[in-house]
């Protein structure tokens, strides 16, 4: 196994391909799924859940299942490009790019979060800053600073992964003047047609550490294949 | 009473002389009158072109409001303001807002929606007529939205196109619904041309599934009542509701009036000083030209106190026949500002600040001010300047006097 190779040679995986491991964790060819988002914040709470298909690493589509009122409420997302179908008055729109730092669905995700395909090992500088120990956990530390010349939001994003299993456990994304933003936490690990990875996501803002929106997956295959025409303005408006 | 009537058979004993200080004195009244008018004109409008077009006089808003613009920070007890303004004869209206998205044919923007309450907007502010394309809303329909100018340029959106808004409503979901373009607002100012979407109360409620509740009460008397005052006029019904003048909700452009008050007031100071020292000129010389009666009067017997007590009296009927006659003239003349101004358009061209368009027009605005300040002035100084000489010749020896050339 190449991984034995790696392990053989340096006894871990290097910090650029841990980037990369984590960056395709959810990733495949073709990966279609069900989850559940609980947002929660200081004025309401509610609890969504969708139905997403992917494809390659620029095509997404979500459909919101319940709640009833909002059923059928599809984003598409083909490249750097977001459409939202909005059943209640049967229209599309396509989400401008100064729309792209707004909340996706009133979540603590936003629009960018979505066709973000920027990849931590490409468009930052990183270095591994720390390795050990941890709140009785070994874990290894990678922080990572965006390249001037990557479209990057954040000042500053650090990567807190599993030693040995790489399997991530949070970041932290700062903002430009190095404040925490917002904390991204991994947990319930699953094996998932073969893959183990985190079924829970957590995102909660600094700035208000009682808001939260929790993403579960119910169920993920990596193996199904997808045709091209799921991601089509067609299917978005006709599934 | 019989000094008064010796003070006014000796004015008219030299009648040109006296003719002539009567004349300047009431001209100089007149013409400071104008000018007070015109000053206190101008910092009104200038305060009305930022108040009157959708800001107003003062702003009443939940604590908060203002720093995070919140849905869920509303007043708790708008009616009771709004009915508190209303007695007070202050002009109300309340307003909602939420952030969202627009969207016509493939572009999209965000956007400020704004729930107004139409008949209310348009009795009390401008901005209803401000509009450069199609028309206002209705209190009666619903479905119509209101853009501003460069979010409808950008949407590439025209008065009957349809748009899509895209809102988080209050309860936190997401909230589709479609309007037609009734108006497309003139510029008024960066935040309304590049966010302001409006709608109908009642449309805004149900795009934001929010049944009660108002973010802002704007409120505008236009002019009838010092802004400094509705604070405290309002007080009994706020609640824990905030109110803030003008001068707290634009501190640039309050900042601006002041400095532009400074400078018209000094310019208004200096004038006084100049239309001063002419009058003290004017009756220093009338007074003067009769050192050789005053040095006759003292040969005869007549007492200092007796010829500074006429000297003095006659100044002050002289001035006030002259005043009396300067505030009819100022009048007249402030009237006539006051309705139909300076058009001031044909020498600066259109003026614009902060994309507000000002009216070209300079109206004056009389008021008690106005009026009592140089007739005050003009007493003060008809007293004053005539005080000197006459003390002057009350001191004199009667032969030097006499002599007095």
Redesign the interface.
């Known amino acids: 196994m190449p991984l034995h190779v790696v392990y053989a040679q340096s006894g871990k995986l290097s910090a650029r391909d841990i980037l990369n491991k984590v960056d395709d964790l959810y990733r495949g060819d073709a990966s279609t799924g069900e989850m559940t988002m609980a947002?929660v914040?200081?004025?309401?709470?509610?609890t969504l859940t969708m139905q997403i298909w992917a494809k390659g690493k620029d095509k997404s589509l979500i459909r919101i299942l319940s709640?009833a009122?909002?059923q059928g409420?599809a984003t598409l997302r083909v490249g750097n490009d977001i459409w939202?179908y909005?059943p209640?008055?049967n229209?599309t729109?396509?989400?401008?790019s100064?729309?792209m730092s707004?909340?996706w669905?009133?979540s603590h995700f936003t629009n960018d979060d979505l066709v973000r395909e920027s990849r931590m090992a490409d468009d930052y500088t990183f270095e591994t800053t720390f390795d050990g120990v941890r709140d009785g956990i070994k874990v290894i530390e990678i922080t990572c600073i965006p390249k001037p010349e990557a479209a990057i939001v954040w000042g500053k994003i650090v990567l807190t992964v599993k030693d040995e299993s790489y399997i991530p456990l949070s970041i932290l994304y700062y903002d430009e003047s190095m404040n925490l933003v917002r904390t991204l936490i991994f947990s319930d690990i699953k094996n998932m047609d073969g893959r183990d990875i985190p079924m829970k996501m957590t995102v909660v803002p600094a700035d208000k550490p009682d808001e939260s929106t929790i993403v579960t997956y119910n169920q993920i295959t990596f193996s199904t294949p997808i045709d091209d025409s799921v991601f089509s303005l067609r299917n978005l408006e006709n599934p | 009473m019989i000094t008064i009537y010796y003070s006014w058979r000796n004015l008219w004993r030299n009648s040109r002389r006296t003719l002539i200080t009567l004349i300047a004195l009431a001209l100089t009244t007149a013409v400071l009158i104008i000018n007070l008018a015109l000053v206190e004109g101008y910092l009104k409008d200038a305060v009305a072109n930022a108040t009157d077009l959708v800001v107003g006089e003062a702003q009443v808003h939940a604590p908060g409001y203002l720093e995070d613009h919140s849905l869920y920070k509303t007043i708790e007890n708008p009616d009771a303001i709004l009915k508190a303004a209303r007695d007070n004869g202050i002009g109300a209206t309340e307003r909602t807002y939420g952030y969202g998205l627009v969207s016509v044919g493939n572009k999209s923007a965000g956007a400020f929606f704004w729930g107004v309450k139409p008949s209310a907007e348009k009795t009390t502010f401008e901005l209803a007529k401000h509009i450069g394309e199609g028309s206002f809303l209705t209190d009666s329909e619903t479905g119509g939205i209101v853009l501003g100018k460069k979010i409808a340029r950008s949407l590439n959106a025209n008065v009957g196109d349809e748009i899509i808004a895209v809102v988080q409503a209050a309860d936190g979901s997401l909230s589709p619904a479609l309007y037609n373009v009734t108006g497309i607002l003139k510029s008024a100012g960066e935040d309304i041309d590049r966010g302001a979407a409006i709608l109908n109360d009642a449309d805004f409620r149900g795009l934001f599934v929010m049944d009660k509740g108002v973010h802002e009460i704007a409120l505008n008397s236009k002019g009838r009542i010092a802004p400094e005052m509705m604070p405290q006029l309002l007080a009994p019904a706020l609640g824990k509701a905030e109110i803030k003048t003008w001068r707290q909700l634009l501190p640039a452009f309050s900042d601006i009036i002041n400095l532009s008050s400074a400078s018209i007031g000094i310019i208004g100071i200096v004038f006084f000083l100049a239309a001063g020292l002419g009058i003290m000129n004017t009756m220093l010389m009338a007074t003067y030209d009769r050192m050789r009666e005053f040095g006759i009067l003292k040969a005869l017997g007549t007492g200092p106190a007796r010829i500074i007590g006429n000297v003095l009296a006659e100044a002050f009927l002289l001035s006030l026949v002259a005043t009396l006659i300067g505030i009819i003239l100022g009048l007249a003349g402030s009237y006539y500002l006051q309705v139909v101004g300076l058009d001031t358009g044909k020498v600066s061209g259109e003026i614009s600040f902060a994309g507000v368009a000002f009216d070209p027009v300079w109206h004056a605005s009389i008021s008690v001010r106005t009026i009592i300040l140089p007739v005050l002035e003009m007493w003060v100084i008809c007293v004053l300047a005539s005080l000197y000489p006459a003390i002057l010749a009350a001191r004199l020896e009667p032969v030097k006097a006499m002599l007095h050339v």
């Open positions: 947002i914040t200081e004025n309401w709470s509610r709640p009122k909002e409420t939202n909005l209640k008055v229209r729109i396509k989400v401008s100064s729309m707004q909340s669905m009133g």
